[in-house]
């Protein structure tokens, strides 16, 4: 049933092409309808998963391989799916009304289901290959989707950008994969886990620990890989809603979580997660406080969301686990919903320039309203998700005492609550502004996406029974152990976390009143710095430019000279290398007899031609060299019992002098001088004479085998029987290799063609023949 | 017989590729040609040589003479000559046409496809 939700999804984005040229106002609603379907269904197995009853699910897919197309669906990937369904759907019909009248809006369904199939799959794959290949799928997906408007520079930069560097991290992620595979010997995620292997005391745990972290860490962003992320705010909002908040930048996060049980737990890992997802979290909430565009400020939220994330499963205890589910479902819904609110603001009032938005309220209010909700449940206060899953964090980190942590926390945390307020209280109670005045609300397409999203971030709040069990579900899959009771609040009473949440509003409250003070130090704090992540990134990327250049100039100059010495060169090495490495060195005795004097002469007359060839001042001496040879070789074959083959070489030597001849009275006289300088006289003898002695070592080795006479036994016994010839060598051409034959016809009709071509090209542009 | 040959066709490779190593396009089709020459020798060759005694089977005999020469090589020889040939004949006036269009045999010199880089 799993494959048959990644199927259905895959098929829908097959049809949306089709369906939105067909029903062009209907087709997002319609195409919505098998996500949410899927999203419906995995919500039936909510009760059987909390239970501890995992879903699973194998197809063979290439069993010679050993690959197989398994799922299996415990709390972490259940909890996943519903997101990657419940929000898909609704961005598929946010985005219907987003782009309406867009002339590429069925592409765009194509790809963003696309898209949610590679995730679908990705979250719930147990096989490690696949795995892999849904996790290159959705970086494959997310490059077509952030360079969706490909007419301007900006976007296809990000989106080459996106895919070097989540791209770089999924070669990272096969590696690692392959390791646990190979130390492990299994190749699913559950049989690793069930068989007790101890990957952590492995020799090869740190090298799987270092790839599989660069894979988690590119996709999602964390620090210093982080850059990609803003710059992939230039998609269209659908994308950023969907991608950069609930589902792909998740990917990584997901990937750490999944690993946990197996490779978490070192002092390693607990290192480089709270480092990278702490140094993630701060910049993120740095970042967002000074940025003044919505959705760019959203992506920096988005960042610090991560790092959290990433922190949470780093700290690893029961408690910080249960922590990391809540907040995993509290971000992705009020993130959801304020993106996509974002983009209605934008389409309504045609900014999303905090300095231009101003008194939207009365224009906008639905919008205002989820915008309000969304950022309340962002700011973690009550009653809404967001505090309960800042509670549940800030409880952990206080009682095991991870001091450096927690300041870190509280201090993205105030940034979360004054970022909340400059997205609400500015743009819709501030003064109105020019944008303000030609404002509209949206369509119930742009709200619904806000409202559900928004509205599930209260419900869950209020009533956080509901969602307690999948959450408790995802924190057993997390630590990997036995399922263990779980029992959530939204009041817990007077504790120390809600002392600290207090702490935090009134920090985020005072960073909010005196913002600008703080941008401006946080500006001279850049300054100073000078991290240009970007910069860096083109200056990489160029030099890797620069490097592939100047190999490919040295290599291919354009000289055809030196083309052809790295040829002969090439196969002088491999030819000489295999040859000393096998051994191939064998000398069959020498059995001279009568007859060898004659061959003796002709082989000496054909290398005197070859000499007089080479040393030829003047062409005509070279030609009379070369029919020297031509001729001894004609006379070996006569005399090797071969008339045929020397009858045929007499003519065709005749005729290539002749044409050669012919051609040479039209060509310049060979210009005076040696042909070539002192140093590559030497080393193309060295050449010449390597590959000629690998030619003769080579004949000599095949000589001192035996030889096969089967075939010629065959033909010689049936050549008069079966096709009534004695000749037996033309019986063969005409008959027992007729279609050899053939194309050895053809191949001369095409040159006598192509030399008519040649000669006729000429008289085409009005000159002489 | 064979051994001789067998360094007689060294000999005769040596030669091609130093020819074909040359930046005048004349000497490269020299190369090309003495090339072909030394491939259809080494393919005879490893056929193994008999001295007379082509493979035809004589008047009153159903099959051919185990002792004759082996005609499979003959055969693939005789096809190798003509293609041989077929692309020593293109080759030139190839050759031809390209000093007409360029006024240069010298290979390095002709650089319509991959025009020298300004530095």
């Known amino acids: ?52 009853v995992p879903v699973l699910e194998t197809a063979s897919w290439a069993p010679s391989l050993g690959v197989a197309l398994s799922f299996r669906l415990d709390g972490l990937s259940l909890l996943f799916a519903l997101l990657i369904c419940g929000i898909g759907a609704f961005v598929v019909i946010y985005s219907g009304g987003y ?6 809006e069925g592409r765009f369904h194509l790809f963003i289901l696309s898209f949610m199939a590679a995730m679908l799959g990705l979250v719930t794959a147990d096989d490690l290959i696949s795995l892999f290949v849904f996790w290159e799928l959705t970086s494959i997906t ?5 360079g969706f408007n490909h007419e301007d520079a900006r976007s296809r930069r990000s989106a080459i950008q996106a895919l070097l560097v989540t791209g770089g991290g999924g070669m990272a992620l096969l590696a690692g994969l392959v390791l646990m595979g190979m130390a492990s010997g299994h190749w699913t995620l559950s049989a690793i886990a069930a068989s007790g292997a101890d990957l952590r005391a492995h020799v090869l745990y740190p090298a799987m620990l270092v790839l599989l972290l660069l894979a988690a860490f590119t996709k999602s962003a964390q620090v210093p890989f982080h850059f990609w992320l803003p710059n992939a705010m230039d998609a269209p909002t659908p994308v950023s ?3 950069h908040s609930a589902t792909m ?28 997802g702490g140094v993630t979290a701060l910049w993120g909430s740095a970042m967002a406080l000074r940025s003044t565009d919505l959705k760019k400020i959203l992506a920096y939220t988005t960042l610090m969301a991560l790092g959290v994330l990433v922190l949470l499963i780093g700290i690893g205890s ?43 309220w ?6 205002g309203l989820f915008i309000a909700i969304a950022a309340l449940s962002m700011a973690g206060l009550p009653p809404l998700l967001g505090f309960v899953a800042k509670e549940l964090i800030y409880e952990d980190v206080f009682r095991n005492g991870h001091m450096v942590a927690l300041a870190v926390l509280l201090l993205a945390n105030a940034a979360m609550v004054a970022t909340a307020a400059t997205l609400f209280l500015k743009p819709f109670l501030g003064a109105p502004t020019k944008a303000a005045g030609h404002a509209h609300e949206s369509g119930p397409a742009l709200l619904a996406g806000p409202a559900v999203l928004a509205g599930l971030s209260l419900l869950f709040g209020l009533w956080i029974a509901l969602p307690q069990g999948l959450l408790g579900a995802t924190a057993d899959a997390v630590r990997g152990g036995a399922p263990q009771s779980l029992n959530l609040h939204l009041w817990h009473g007077l504790t120390p976390a809600l002392g600290l949440s207090g702490l935090t509003l009134a920090l985020g409250m005072a960073l909010y009143f005196g913002l600008s003070p703080v941008k401006n130090s946080l500006a001279a704090i850049q300054r100073l710095t000078r991290i240009d992540h970007d910069r860096a990134w083109d200056c990489l990327l160029s030099l890797l430019q620069g490097t592939a250049n100047r190999i490919t100039s040295a290599l291919q100059d354009g000289v055809l000279q030196r083309y052809l010495a790295w040829i002969f060169a090439g196969i002088l090495l491999l030819l000489g ?48 060299s070369l029919a020297i040879t031509g001729m001894s070789v004609a006379l070996f074959f006569l005399l090797s019992g071969a008339p045929d083959v020397g009858i045929t070489q007499l003519m065709v030597e005749t005729l290539s002098t002749i044409i050669l001849v012919l051609v040479m009275a039209k060509l310049p006289m060979l210009p005076p001088g040696p042909d070539r300088s002192r140093p590559a006289k030497l080393f193309h003898s060295v050449l010449a004479l390597g590959i000629g002695g690998v030619v003769t070592v080579i004949l000599l080795a095949v000589l001192d085998q035996p030889l096969a006479m089967d075939l010629s036994r065959f033909f010689g016994d049936t050549s008069l029987v079966e096709a009534y010839g004695r000749n037996v060598v033309n019986v063969i051409l005409v008959d027992f290799r007729g279609f050899d034959t053939l194309g050895e016809i053809t191949v001369v009709a095409c040159a006598g063609l192509g030399v008519f071509a040649l000669l006729r090209a000429r008289m085409g542009k009005g000159g002489q023949p | 017989m064979e051994v001789i040959m067998a360094l007689a066709v060294g000999g005769m490779v040596a030669g091609a590729v130093y020819l074909i190593l040359s930046r005048q396009y004349l000497r490269v089709m020299f190369g090309v040609i003495l090339l072909s020459n030394a491939v259809n020798v080494a393919i005879l060759t490893v056929g193994r040589l008999t001295t007379g005694n082509p493979p035809l089977i004589a008047q009153g005999t159903e099959v051919m003479d185990h002792a004759a020469a082996n005609p499979l090589p003959q055969a693939l020889v005789l096809t190798a000559i003509v293609i041989g040939f077929s692309l020593l004949a293109f080759a030139l006036v190839l050759g031809y046409r390209a000093y007409q269009e360029m006024g240069t045999l010298d290979t390095s010199a002709m650089r319509v496809a991959e025009p020298e880089e300004k530095p």
């Open chain 1, 318 to 360: 029961d408690g910080a686990l249960v922590a990391f589910a809540g907040f995993l479902l509290a971000h992705s819904l009020y993130k959801g919903a304020l993106f996509m609110a974002a983009g209605s603001v934008d389409h309504g009032s045609g900014t999303r320039e905090l300095g231009e938005l101003g008194g939207l």
């Open chain 1, 241 to 243: 809603a969907y991608l």
């Open chain 1, 577 to 624: 290398a295999t040859l000393v490495m096998r051994g191939g060195f064998t000398w069959p005795g020498i059995r001279l007899d009568g007859d060898d004097g004659l061959g003796i002469v002709l082989a000496l007359l054909m290398l005197g031609g070859t000499a007089g060839a080479i040393r030829a001042r003047s062409r005509m001496e070279a030609v009379l």
């Open chain 1, 362 to 367: 009365s224009k906008m209010p639905a919008t």
């Open chain 1, 249 to 276: 930048v998740k990917a990584g996060v997901y990937l750490l979580a999944r690993l946990n049980p197996t490779l978490g737990g070192t002092e390693p890992w607990f290192w480089a997660l709270t480092l990278a």
């Open chain 1, 1 to 52: 049933m799993i494959l048959t939700a990644i199927l259905a999804i895959i098929l829908a984005a097959a049809v949306a092409p089709t369906l939105n040229r067909l029903l062009p106002a209907l087709s997002h609603w319609v195409l919505a309808l098998v996500p949410l379907s899927a999203a419906l269904w995995f919500a039936l197995q909510v009760p059987g998963v909390v239970a501890g």
């Open chain 1, 99 to 104: 782009l309406r009248g867009h002339p590429r």
């Open chain 1, 142 to 146: 997310s490059f077509m989707l952030i």
